[in-house]
C-alpha cells in the first residue's frame, strides 16, 4: 500500500466538493475574512496614527524649536549680563570713550560667539557697536526695548542682510540701568541640525525682506537639491519632495520690518509610516503563516472527520453487494464516528446472521434437514455444467411417497413428519451413493442428485440406485411402536438423454416418477410417452380436442344384466375414438393421458352428454335402463362437477335416478374428504354410485361405511380368474357378501362364459356385465341388441352366448 | 529714544502768591509722574536765573549702608559736602559712582572710610556697590540754598525773595543719564504754588 494513497484520496475528495473541502474552505475563508477585516482595520489605524504621530511630532518639534531658540537666547543673555557686569565695562563706559567701549564690546562678543554686539543708551539709541551697519537693527532694537521697559533681558529674531539673526537685549546697571548691551547670533546650520537630531524633523529657516517678497532658504537641513521644491511648496499643500511626500508646519519666528522669518518644520511621511509599515508586513506575514497552518490543520481535520466517513461508505458498499464477512475498521475511536462505525458493525453481524438464516431457510428444509428444492435444483445446474464441460451425465432420481395424504390424515401430521424424518433418513442411509445429493422437494417428495456420471452406463446405474430406493422403502418403518408400511412411486431422468437444461430435468423426472405412481410398476425412467408436455402428448392433445369438437368420438353402451332375470337392467357408457387416420383408437391409448393432462373432465361431461341424450331415446323406445358413466380423479376434485351434471340433466330433461356414476377406489383415496364431499353433492341429485374395480385398492371399510354409494363393482381380475382360483372365489362371495351386508348392490364384470354367470348367479350377485352378454355396443346397435335380447329372454333364463355378434345363445 | 521734555502744564501755570512787599514768599511745589500722579521723594530746587546763591557745604551728611541696603536712599547735600559712608554690616562693600557729578570709589572696606567723600560738583551722583548689585543710592548735589524735597504732600521752599528762577525737579525714577528737570519761574512776594511733571518711567 502506498503511503501518499489517503492523501492522493484526499484530494481526489477536494475535487468532488466533498465534506472535506467544503470543511478547508470554511475555515480558511473564515481566517481569511477575519485577517482582512483586522488588515483594513489596522490599515486605517496605522494611517490615521502616522497623521497624527507626524502632526504629533510637528507640534513637538514647534516646541523643540522655540524651546532651542530659546535656550540659545539664555545663552546670549547670559554672556551679555556677564559683560553689561563687568565693572571694568562699566567704568569704561564712564570714561565715555567710545572706542574703548567698540573694542570691549568686539572682544566680549569674540568670547560668546556672537556676531553683532553693541551698546545702546537708556534710550535705546545706538551708542556704541563692534561692527559696522547695524543702524538698519534700529526699529528692531526698538520693538526689542518695548519689551524689555522693566529692565529685564528680551531676545528677537530678526533678519539681518538677509540671514536670520537672534538677538538679544541685556540692561547695563551702575546699580541703575544706564544703557543695553545688544548681542546676535546667526541662526545657522548647528541649530538646524541639532533639531535635526533631537526630532528626526528637517528644518528649513525662510526669509523674506518684506511681507511681500519672495521666501529664501537661509538654511535647511534637506539636501540643497529639494530646495528648489521646498521653495516652490504652496502653504497647506502636501509637500512633494524629490524624496516623498512630507508633511509641514509653518512656524513664524519673527514678522519684523526687516523681514520675516518662518522656520518649516518637515517630516517624511514614508519616514513616520515606515515602522507600521514593517508592522503591516509582519502582520502579513503572519496571516500567511496561519493561513498555511490552517490550510494544513483543516485538510487535516477534514482527513480525519471524512477519512472514517469514507470507509464507513465502503463498508456499506460491500454490505449492499452482498459481502458480510469482512469486519468494520476504525471501531475503537472514542468519538461519534467510532460509535456510528460500532453500529454499523453491529448491523453487520445481524444482518450475516439473518443472511444465513435466510439461506438457510432458502435452501435447507427444515423438517428433514436435507436440501430444499432450490438448493437441489442449484446443484443440478451446477452438476449440469460440470458434466457438460467433463463430457459426463447426471441423473435425477425423484420419489414420491405413496398414500402419504392418507397417512397424515389417518395418524395426524405429526406423525406424517415423523415419516417424512424417517424416509428422509433411510434415503440418506441407505440408498444413495455416497456423495449423491438427497433433497426433500416438496411434501412427501424427495429426489436424489447423481452426477458425474459415465454416459456410457449412465442409465443403467440410475436404475440401480432407484431400484435401491424401492427396496428401502419396501421395508416397514417404525415410529413410535408402529410399523408403517410405505411405498414410493420412483421416476428417473438423465440429462443430456432426456433434457437440456435444469428444470427439464426436473420436470421429467417429475414425469417419469407420476407415470410410475399411475401404473404402479416401480422405478421408471423418463419415456416420451408419459410426458403430457412432450411433443408426442401435445400433438396428441390437439388432437383429440379436434376428435371432441369434430365428433370423432363415438358412444359404446355395455350392457348390464340382472342375474335373477337376466333382463337387461343397464349399460355402462364407454367411449371410443374414430380415428380419420388411425381407426379406432382404444381407450386405453387416451384415456390415461387424458386423466394426466386433465382433459379427461371434457371427455366425461361429453359421454355424460351422450349417455343423457341416449338414455332419452332408449327412454323413447320403451326402455328403462340405468347408465353407469365413469368419474375420473380429476372428475372428482372438480367442485364445479355437481353443478354441471345438474345442468345438463336440466337442459336434456332426465333424471338423475336413471345414472349410476362409477368411481374407482383410488380416484377417492387420492383425496378423501374432497372426494367425499363432491360424491355426497352428487347423491343428493340424486345419482347413484358405484365404486368400479372393488378390491384392487386400499380402501377401508370405515370409507366404504361413510360413501354414499349404492353399489359395488367386482373388479373383473377376481371374476375372470373365479373358476380356476378357489380364492378368487371367496373373494368374490366376500365382496357380495360384504355389499349385501352394507345394503349395496353388487355388480360382476368380466363375466365372459355361462359358468362365470352361473356362479356368480349362485352367489347371489345382483348383475353381471361381460363379453358373455355382450361387447360394448355402438349406441345405435345397443337398442337394437336390447330389443332382440329382451324378446328373447322373455322369461328368467339364463343368458349362453357371447352378445357380439347378436347371436344369443340360451341353456 | 528722544526723552519728551519736560513742561508746566497749562492749566496749573504758575499761581504766583504775594504777601507783603519786603517779605519772602513760599513756593510749594507738587511733583507728578509721567502719569500724572504726585511722586514723593521727589526733590525741587530753586536757582536764581542770574549769578549763583552762596552755598554752604554741609556737615556730618552720611549714606550708612546697613542690612546691605543704602540709608537714606536719596540724600540732598549742597555743593562742597563731604559725606561718610559708614559700613553697618558685617559684610564689606564696593561703594562706586560713575556719575559724571561725582565719580569715585571706595574700595572694599569695613566700617567708616578713612576719608569723607566730598561732593564737589553739582548734578546727580548714583552710588551702587560692586559686590551687591541691588544695592543703590542717590545724592543729589544742589548748588543752591533753596531745595526741599516732597513727601507726603509738596515740597515747601519758604523764605524765597521774589525774582526769577529756575526751578529743577528731579526723582530716581528718571533715567540715570538724564539731567534734572527744569523750569523758569518768577517769584513775587506772594507764596506760590507750582507743579512739575517728570518723564519718569512708569514703574508700578
Not at chain 2, 540715570?176 to 518768577?186: E, F, L, N, S
Request: hydrophobic residues 45%.
Amino acid at each position: 500500500m502506498n503511503r501518499s494513497e489517503p492523501l492522493m484520496q484526499t484530494l481526489k475528495g477536494m475535487t468532488r466538493r466533498s465534506l472535506g473541502v467544503r470543511i478547508v474552505l470554511l475555515f480558511l475563508g473564515l481566517l481569511l475574512a477575519v485577517q482582512a477585516v483586522s488588515f483594513i482595520a489596522i490599515r486605517a489605524t496605522i494611517d490615521r496614527n502616522a497623521r497624527t504621530s507626524i502632526a504629533g511630532s510637528l507640534v513637538a518639534g514647534d516646541h523643540l524649536l522655540h524651546r532651542l531658540l530659546d535656550q540659545n537666547a539664555q545663552k546670549l543673555i547670559q554672556g551679555a549680563s556677564l559683560l553689561a557686569a563687568d565693572y571694568g565695562f562699566r567704568s569704561a563706559l564712564a570714561s565715555h570713550d567710545n572706542d574703548t567701549i567698540a573694542s570691549v564690546l568686539a572682544n566680549h562678543g569674540d568670547r560668546i560667539g556672537a556676531t553683532v554686539s553693541a551698546l545702546l543708551d537708556t534710550g535705546f539709541a545706538l551708542r556704541a557697536a563692534a561692527q559696522p551697519g547695524l543702524e538698519e537693527l534700529q526699529p528692531a532694537i526698538f520693538r526689542l526695548a518695548e519689551r524689555a521697559a522693566s529692565a529685564k533681558p528680551a531676545s528677537e529674531i530678526v533678519v539681518l542682510g538677509r540671514r536670520p539673526f537672534q538677538l538679544v537685549l541685556v540692561p547695563m546697571r551702575a546699580p541703575v540701568v544706564v544703557g543695553w548691551v545688544l548681542m546676535g547670533f546667526p541662526i545657522d546650520r548647528p541649530l538646524m541640525d541639532d533639531m535635526r537630531d533631537l526630532s528626526s524633523l528637517h528644518v528649513s529657516l525662510q526669509v523674506r525682506d518684506h511681507a511681500k517678497g519672495e521666501w529664501r532658504t537661509a538654511v535647511s537641513t534637506l539636501p540643497p537639491e529639494a530646495v528648489p521644491a521646498l521653495e516652490a511648496h504652496v502653504a497647506d499643500m502636501p509637500l512633494q519632495l524629490p524624496d516623498g511626500e512630507y508633511s509641514s508646519r509653518q512656524v513664524t519666528l519673527s514678522q519684523g520690518s526687516t523681514g520675516e522669518v518662518t522656520a518649516l518644520l518637515m517630516r517624511s511621511v514614508d519616514e513616520a509610516v515606515a515602522p507600521y509599515r514593517r508592522l503591516q508586513l509582519g502582520l502579513a506575514a503572519l496571516t500567511l503563516l496561519g493561513v498555511i497552518v490552517f490550510a494544513v490543520g483543516s485538510v487535516l481535520t477534514a482527513r480525519r472527520v471524512t477519512t472514517p466517513i469514507r470507509r464507513l461508505a465502503a463498508a456499506a458498499e460491500r454490505l449492499g453487494a452482498g459481502d458480510y464477512t469482512t469486519p468494520l475498521s476504525g471501531r475503537h475511536r472514542a468519538d461519534e464516528v467510532g460509535e456510528l462505525a460500532q453500529s454499523f458493525e453491529r448491523m453487520r453481524m445481524n444482518i450475516a446472521d439473518q443472511q444465513q438464516e435466510i439461506l438457510k431457510l432458502a435452501y435447507w428444509d427444515t423438517l428433514t434437514g436435507l436440501p430444499n428444492r432450490v438448493r437441489f435444483r442449484n446443484a443440478v445446474t451446477e452438476a449440469t455444467e460440470a458434466a457438460r464441460t467433463a463430457g459426463r451425465s447426471v441423473a435425477v432420481v425423484m420419489l414420491d411417497l405413496d398414500r402419504f395424504k392418507h397417512v397424515n390424515d389417518v395418524l395426524g401430521y405429526r406423525f406424517g413428519d415423523l415419516m417424512l424424518k424417517g424416509v428422509a433418513e433411510r434415503l440418506v442411509q441407505q440408498a444413495v451413493r455416497g456423495g449423491d445429493l438427497v433433497a426433500r422437494l416438496d411434501g412427501d417428495e424427495f429426489a436424489v442428485l447423481l452426477a458425474d456420471l459415465d454416459p456410457a452406463n449412465d442409465q443403467a446405474l440410475a436404475q440401480a440406485v432407484a431400484q435401491r430406493i424401492n427396496q428401502a422403502m419396501d421395508r416397514s418403518l417404525t415410529l413410535e411402536d408402529q410399523a408403517v408400511d410405505i411405498s414410493a412411486s420412483i421416476g428417473v431422468a438423465l440429462w443430456p438423454h432426456h433434457a437440456a437444461d435444469t428444470d427439464t430435468l426436473l420436470s421429467r423426472a417429475e414425469v417419469a416418477m407420476y407415470s410410475a405412481k399411475r401404473h404402479r410398476d416401480g422405478p421408471t425412467l423418463y419415456d416420451a410417452k408419459l410426458d403430457a408436455s412432450s411433443s408426442q402428448t401435445l400433438s396428441l392433445l390437439t388432437e383429440l380436442r379436434h376428435a371432441v369438437d369434430h365428433g370423432e368420438l363415438r358412444l359404446y353402451l355395455q350392457p348390464k344384466l340382472g342375474l335373477d332375470t337376466a333382463r337387461v337392467v343397464g349399460a355402462e357408457a364407454l367411449m371410443r375414438w374414430q380415428h380419420p387416420q388411425r381407426g379406432l383408437v382404444p381407450p386405453m391409448e387416451f384415456i390415461p393421458f387424458a386423466e394426466q393432462t386433465g382433459f379427461v373432465r371434457v371427455l366425461t361431461m361429453w359421454v355424460f352428454e351422450q349417455a343423457a341424450r341416449e338414455w332419452k331415446r332408449l327412454h323413447d323406445n320403451g326402455l328403462q335402463l340405468t347408465l353407469s358413466v365413469n368419474l375420473s380423479t380429476r372428475d372428482l376434485l372438480d367442485q364445479e362437477l355437481p353443478q354441471k351434471f345438474e345442468a345438463l340433466l336440466i337442459r336434456h330433461t332426465v333424471p338423475a335416478e336413471a345414472f349410476c356414476l362409477e368411481i374407482t377406489e383410488s380416484a377417492i383415496m387420492d383425496d378423501p374428504e374432497r372426494a367425499l364431499g363432491t360424491l355426497e353433492r352428487l347423491n343428493g341429485l340424486g345419482f347413484r354410485l358405484s365404486i368400479d374395480d372393488f378390491g384392487t385398492g386400499y380402501s377401508s371399510l370405515a370409507y366404504l361405511k361413510r360413501l354414499p354409494v349404492d353399489e359395488l363393482k367386482i373388479d373383473k381380475s377376481f371374476v375372470l380368474s373365479m373358476e380356476r382360483d378357489l380364492d378368487d372365489a371367496r373373494i368374490v362371495r366376500s365382496t357380495i357378501d360384504l355389499a349385501h351386508g352394507l345394503g349395496l348392490t353388487v355388480v360382476a364384470e368380466g363375466v365372459e362364459n355361462a359358468q362365470a354367470w352361473e356362479l356368480l348367479r349362485a352367489l347371489h350377485c345382483d348383475e353381471a356385465q361381460g363379453f358373455h352378454m355382450s361387447r360394448p355396443l355402438p349406441a345405435d346397435e345397443f337398442l337394437r341388441w336390447s330389443m332382440l335380447w329382451t324378446a328373447r329372454h322373455a322369461q328368467p333364463a339364463l343368458p349362453a352366448g357371447s352378445g357380439s355378434d347378436i347371436t344369443v345363445t340360451l341353456h | 529714544m528722544p526723552v519728551s521734555c519736560p513742561h508746566l502744564f497749562p492749566a496749573f501755570g504758575l499761581a504766583l502768591l504775594f504777601h507783603g512787599l519786603a517779605g519772602a514768599a513760599t513756593l510749594s511745589v507738587t511733583v507728578n509722574d509721567a502719569a500724572g500722579r504726585p511722586l514723593p521723594d521727589a526733590v525741587v530746587m530753586l536757582e536764581p536765573v542770574s549769578g549763583r546763591l552762596p552755598v554752604k557745604p554741609m556737615t556730618a551728611v552720611e549714606v550708612r549702608q546697613s542690612a546691605r541696603q543704602f540709608s537714606p536712599a536719596v540724600t540732598v547735600v549742597t555743593v562742597g559736602t563731604p559725606v561718610n559712608f559708614p559700613n553697618h554690616d558685617t559684610v564689606r562693600h564696593h561703594v562706586y559712582s560713575f556719575s559724571p557729578a561725582k565719580t569715585f570709589e571706595l574700595k572694599l572696606y569695613a566700617g567708616v572710610p578713612a576719608a569723607p567723600v566730598v561732593f564737589d560738583k553739582p548734578g546727580v551722583a548714583v552710588l551702587g556697590c560692586n559686590i551687591h548689585d541691588q544695592m543703590a543710592a542717590w545724592i543729589v548735589v544742589v548748588d543752591t540754598p533753596h531745595f526741599a524735597r516732597t513727601a507726603a504732600g509738596p515740597a515747601q521752599l519758604a523764605g524765597i525773595p521774589p525774582g526769577p528762577y529756575r526751578l529743577k525737579a528731579w526723582h530716581p525714577a528718571l533715567p540715570a543719564d538724564m539731567a534734572p528737570q527744569a523750569t523758569m519761574v518768577t517769584l513775587g512776594t506772594e507764596d506760590q504754588s507750582a507743579t512739575m511733571r517728570l518723564a519718569t518711567r512708569v514703574t508700578p
